[in-house]
């Protein structure tokens, strides 16, 4: 709602969607970008909701296409989450699934100085045809450095 | 008018210390600015503060049988009326009587008084300097 | 990363002794990033041996290290009370040197196990009380107790190394069925924010828990009777029943524990033997600093105790009188050399300031509190980055230490206890 009281509302459909509305919605779902919206971007008498928005989409850019973000000021590096993720687990038996640092390149999550950084998000469960509400990396997280948006 | 010698009220806390990651963190250089700032700090039950009049990031001194130090006061996210937890470090060291027969201090239960300041934080070299004046001049 | 940049090494930042630690170096030789170890961890290698470096000084006058070698020989030479703290930083071969420095000089010696872990590693070493290790934890715990400890913050790889989320030999299944963690603290930490029961005791109120827990196991007490304020009868009855259909429980023995205890540990004892009776339990000390475990292990192998043990002739004696802060107190000490330790920051200071009124040595990698009021001050190595050796972890288990990054400029300190040794 917040997202589409800083558009323009003149409905123009630059955006391909047909409302103001509608592109809103989308942008939650991940689907528009807010670039889209050229009007905004470009038309200087929306400048002040254009930086509005821009700042508070940045977390969902972060985050990219699966919503996971990560504050790394609050991680502790704990690994707790390396371990505990299916995707980790299954990826690489040999080394996060039984505690150890990754041993390869096909996991998700791993500590990088002193915190948690994620790679291959494509493959979160969370993700995908098949997903699934996973919190398999937020339940033991003693932080709470760990928020999919 | 408000004196600026107004009386701050007094308040009796038990204090119980902890360890803290970030704290650790700095032990490497313990007269660094972020060991000083993640050392120097009581953390307050919620409505502890507010009985108080204390905010977040306030600054409170803490008052031990011998000791004296400004500490910057906490909100808890967690409920514990009249318990303050510190992280383990040469202020709570500071606030601590010596051992009993058993050689272990009273680590787990520390009886401060807390009161408002508008002082400086205590400096890790400035305690070390005035405990080591009184032990030499004794 | 750059494979030919990064060296595998132990840390040495808390006494987990994580053996998986990667780091990449720069064309100079500094560590510029950590793989796999905790923030603790990071924050050791990438900063430790970078800032606040100890230079060798005499009355706070800078001097050469040999001078300032000198100077202690001379000292120590000169004491008739001697006495010897620290030691929990170092190697075993430092520490095996440091006991035979205190033998020599008729000293008393002590670490920080006496202000800690002591009561509980007084048991676990000479074996009276049941223990095992990290890697049966991993293999085998089902229920794993963290008493008064708060590993999130004091030893952050532990749940995700040993104790809580790996899969092991009989823990096949994953942390979500196969564990049951439990957490019993006067706060809910972050480590009670990720078990899967937390109970909430009083200060102190582990005695009374203890006493409930004697009664209940038994079957003498049950349902609204607990005692144990703040927690339900309900939740307590469950608590019970998981320590006793436990298939094997470890209990991580926290300062909040051993705290409150320090008058009444034999309780603990009856609660162990008690809950063996019903299931395999076992009790790991969370040891803080990384070799302490080493440095009672090496005391007790010299002397028969584990700290607070005084030399005279040969002969050994051993009580609180020794402890650092009794020895402190009564003002008996008539110089005190420190290896690897800072009592002027982590024992109560109204003691440790006596310090100032002797001749104190200090050698340590660091400028710390204590240095600040140390006669002589000998900069050492920073052991697991500088220097190697070996070391114990909290459970006992012997790892080999990594000096990745070794200093020709400072002498390691097991090279400046040789040195001290060949002059007294
Ligand atoms: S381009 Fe912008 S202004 Fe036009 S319809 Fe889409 S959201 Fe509305
Ligand atoms: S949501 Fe699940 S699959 Fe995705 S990163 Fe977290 S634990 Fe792994
Ligand atoms: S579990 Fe939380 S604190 Fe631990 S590494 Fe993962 S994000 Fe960081
Ligand atoms: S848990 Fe301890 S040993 Fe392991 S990386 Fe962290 S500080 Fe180092």
Known sequence: MEIYQLLPKTNCKECGESTCMAFAVKIISREHGIKECTPLMEDSKYAAEKNKLLEMLKPMEDAGETGLIIHDDKCFGCGNCVVACPVNVANDPEGAAIGDGPSNDKVILKVVDGVVVAQNVGECRRFGKNRILCNACIDPCPSGAIEFV | MVSKFMIEPEYDVTVVTVRDIFQSMYAGDKFGADYQNHSAVIIFDESDMRKMSMADGGRVKVKSSGCEVVLTARKSEDAHPGIAFMPNSIYANALIEGADDTGIPEYKQIGVTVSRTTNELTGVRQLVELQKNVELHV | MDANNVARVTCPACACLCRDVDLEFDDRGDIVHTYNACRKGAAFFMGSYRENRALPKIEGKPVSIDDAVKSTVEILSNAKNPVIFGLDTSSLETQVLGVGLARKLNAAIDDTSSLCQGLVLERIIPGSMKTCTLDDVRDYSDVMVYWGSDPANSHPRHMSKFSYFPRGKKRQKGWETDRMPICIDVRKSNTAGVCKKFYKIEPKGDEGLINDLLLSLDGKIGGKEIGGKGIDGKEFA??????????????????????????????????IEKLNEYAPTHVIPMVGHYNMRGMTQTLYDASGYINKVRFSDGEVDHGSQYSITSTLQGKEADAALIIGADPVSSIPLKTSISLAGIPTITIDAHETPTTMISRVVIPAAITGIEAGGEALRMDGVKHELSAPRENKEVLSDAELLKRILEGV
């Open chain 3, 238 to 271: 469950k608590l019970t029943n998981i320590l006793k259909k436990a298939e094997h429980c470890t209990i991580f023995s926290g300062l909040g524990l051993v705290y409150s205890l320090k008058n009444s540990i034999k309780l603990f004892d009856a609660l």
